[in-house]
């Protein structure tokens, strides 16, 4: 909120929102007419904790690679190849179905970020969400996740077993073994 000369900012009514409201930096912004980056400063400057500032950090569901002890570390590999690639199958599902979201709702999207996001400031990421949003990026991630599927497939565990059996019945049962049978009754 601006002072009755309507030059200066009241930092005080600021610094009491920054402490005590629950609301993002950026929408304490919005209501006193400045920009999130001159709270930030301000913020710093004056010593101002947020309220969620107290709490201590959740720790992530996932510890770091770097992090996890070594009997992890071995049961990831040991982690039979079968199970990696079925894992490798549901993570390529589930992007492909987001991506089938986006491309049913594209323009719904492409509509909701340019409503949304408003102004020469964020002009930038408006440009970033719509692009995200174009038929080409799609285009290229259907292509990764074609041939991330297409490489899980080339690596499913039995391929090479699977091709050594089907070499040897190959020709089983054809005009082929007939032939074969024939060749080794003769005498040489």
């Known amino acids: 909120m601006r002072t009755r ?7 005080v009514q600021v610094g009491e929102a920054y402490r005590t409201k629950t609301l993002s930096i950026r929408a304490i912004a919005k209501e006193f007419g400045i920009s999130d980056t001159a709270i930030r400063k301000e913020a710093k400057k004056r010593g101002w904790t947020r309220a969620d ?4 950090p959740r720790e992530p569901e996932c510890e770091p690679r770097a992090n996890r002890s070594e009997s992890a570390a071995k049961s990831i590999a040991s982690t039979p190849v079968s199970a990696l690639t079925a894992r490798g199958r549901n993570i390529i ?9 986006l491309n049913r709702n594209h323009e719904t ?3 909701m970020v340019e409503d949304y996001i ?4 964020e002009a930038g990421v408006r440009a970033k969400l719509v692009k ?6 799609r285009s290229k991630t259907a292509n990764y996740l074609a041939t991330a599927l297409a490489k899980l497939n080339d690596a499913a565990p039995g391929k090479k077993q699977q ?6 019945t190959a020709g089983q049962n054809s005009d082929w073994d007939n032939d074969l049978d024939f060749a080794s009754a003769r005498p040489n």
């Open 132 to 137: 995200a949003l174009d038929h080409e990026t």
């Open 109 to 111: 999207l492409v509509g």
């Open 53 to 56: 500032a107290e709490t201590p």
């Open 163 to 168: 091709a050594e059996e089907e070499a040897k």
């Open 118 to 121: 408003n102004g020469d400031k």
């Open 93 to 101: 599902l589930a992007l492909m179905d987001e991506l089938e979201f």
């Open 5 to 11: 000369e309507g030059n200066s900012t009241d930092w």
